[in-house]
């Protein structure tokens, strides 16, 4: 099957969008040193323009894990490939998401991480697709809300394919 990109949110507005949440962090973890964790492989392009834009001091940490193999849908089975490399006990995180979904991936990470006992954790993802969650799951810092339909692109893939575009686009499907 041959896909077409078709941008949804362009590489400005998603500056912009990046620059306000670093702003909001900023304004939250003034004279503090959070640790960020960036789930892998979808949050690493938002989480490196993430950090660029932030005037503190941080950790850096990933954790990987999986439920769509090469599908568009969910399999609803989270697991973890790879955890943390660091404590996280008594630290402040910022876990960095690229999307929430059905929410089941980013709540299982979140319950993971609590049992490990921070001091704080909040959650900021640069896309949210409200009309997909399937467990509540609360974003502190919040890019942009998305209709439900597939996107690519600024490290998003279907099947490791378009990771590399530098916009969020939708996949229109070419005959």
Request: aromatic residues 8%.
């Amino acid at each position: 099957m041959r896909w077409h990109p078709k941008v949804l949110i362009g590489r400005n507005e998603i500056e912009d969008a990046v620059a306000r949440l670093a702003s909001e962090i900023q304004r939250d973890y003034r004279g503090k040193q959070p640790l960020l964790i960036g789930v892998l492989k979808g949050s690493f392009v938002f989480m490196a323009d993430l950090i660029r834009q932030l005037d503190l001091p941080v950790e850096l940490d990933f954790a990987v894990l999986s439920s769509y193999g090469s599908a568009k849908e969910t399999s609803s089975r989270v697991r973890l490939v790879q955890g943390l490399t660091r404590p996280i006990r008594d630290k402040d995180i910022i876990v960095v998401e690229d999307i929430v979904d059905t929410g089941l991936t980013v709540s299982f990470l979140l319950d993971h991480l609590r049992s490990k006992k921070p001091a704080s954790m909040k959650l900021c993802a640069l896309m949210d697709k409200p009309s997909r969650r399937r467990v509540l799951v609360p974003i502190d810092y919040l890019g942009f809300t998305l209709p439900d339909r597939f996107v690519v692109g600024y490290g998003l893939d279907l099947d490791e394919r378009f990771r590399y575009l530098p916009d969020i686009c939708l996949l229109e499907e070419q005959t």
